[in-house]
């Protein structure tokens, strides 16, 4: 029987010079109409889920300037304005014109919303193709130079663009924000190896594939918002999902835990990678913490891995 110890044990991944917490809390739900949670949710439960998080040693946070269109920023930077110093903060630019002045007026605004100088990591939120990687990655260099910013991600970028990426950069990409969880393993093929080998993160998103592997919904109890409409909470993506969930359920049992903490323990096992799930409240951000205390055996995790690869054949 696994046996629970004290909160206080937070993992911390090695940043660059810094070390951030292996669990992060993912903001995208703060201000964001689309998740459907209210203005309740936006005014007090976010800020309360952040003043907990800092209280349980977690000091990385995740935002963008896309989410409720700056919503989410303002929100982390009214709550967490006098404890700045405590927190590594993430944020992204949406590059639909990755051109280096505007980047530089968007990183400016990111800033002022999250009233800070320097901002932690910036990460380009997807690639944009459409245009050179000189003129994509430019506008960082520039802000890494200036200071203004301290470290440069990406998101959503392949394995060879992510390294392309960097050389045009001349310096290192110290992180790719990926989807990652059992059931989005293709991160682990090519891109994990090298990130451990090369002391790169991988920020892992959507790490309960928006709430599915919390076990509670189903045909008949699907979530609200946008994610009703979304191919995995479909009928028959819920009914191709159930040995996955039956079994993530049954293994809970064994460590007194529930399936979103086994599969954040999941990620969790993986060196180099970080989980920024999000919360709809206080206390599933403290089961999310709780989560890097639980230690998967190798057969638990083999198991869950091969489920997950099955589901998404
Ligand atoms: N870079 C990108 O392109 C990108 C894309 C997506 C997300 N992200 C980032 O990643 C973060 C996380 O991803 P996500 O928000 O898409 O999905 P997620 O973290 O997989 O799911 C979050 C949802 O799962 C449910 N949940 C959370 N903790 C739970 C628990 N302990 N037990 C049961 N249910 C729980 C909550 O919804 P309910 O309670 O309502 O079910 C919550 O809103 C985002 O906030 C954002 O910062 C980045």
Not at 27 to 35: A, H, I, L, P, V
Not at 131 to 152: A, K, M, N, S, W
Not at 157 to 172: D, I, K, N
Not at 238 to 259: D, G, M, Q, S
């Amino acid at each position: 029987m696994y046996e629970r110890r004290s909160i206080d044990i937070m993992r911390f991944v090695k940043f660059g010079d810094d070390l951030i917490s292996s669990n992060g809390v993912g903001t995208w739900q703060f201000g964001s109409k689309e998740w459907g949670y209210g203005s309740g949710y936006a005014r007090s439960t976010a800020k309360d889920i952040l003043r907990r998080a800092l209280e349980l040693n977690v000091n990385f946070i995740d935002t963008a300037e896309l989410y409720g269109f700056g919503a989410s920023e303002r929100i982390v930077g009214d709550a967490l304005e006098t404890d700045r110093s405590k927190v590594f903060i993430a944020t992204k630019y949406f590059p639909v014109v990755p051109l280096p002045p505007l980047m530089a007026e968007r990183a400016y605004g990111s800033a002022k919303r999250l009233r800070t100088d320097i901002i932690d990591l910036y990460q380009l939120h997807f690639p944009n193709p459409a245009f050179p990687l000189e003129c994509q990655v430019g506008g960082l260099r520039r802000l890494l130079d200036r200071g203004t910013v301290r470290y440069g991600g990406v998101s959503n970028f392949s394995l060879s663009y992510w390294q392309s990426a960097e050389t045009v950069l001349r310096r290192p990409l110290i992180s790719n924000q990926v989807h990652l969880s059992i059931i989005s393993q293709k991160p682990l093929l090519e891109m994990h190896p090298w990130a451990v080998a090369n002391d790169r993160v991988i920020i892992a998103y959507s790490p309960l594939e928006q709430g599915l592997l919390g076990g509670r919904y189903s045909l008949d109890n699907k979530p609200h918002g946008f994610r009703r409409y979304t191919s995995h909470f479909s009928n028959e993506y819920l009914v191709r999902a159930r040995p996955l969930l039956f079994r993530l359920t049954e293994i809970a049992k064994l460590y007194v835990a529930t399936p979103a903490q086994i599969s954040l323990a999941w990620l969790l096992k993986l060196p180099n990678v970080v989980v920024i799930p999000g919360a709809s409240s206080v206390s599933q951000l403290e089961k999310n913490v709780e989560a890097s205390e639980i230690d998967l055996t190798d057969e638990h995790f083999e198991e869950l891995k091969e489920l997950g690869n099955e589901l998404s054949k």
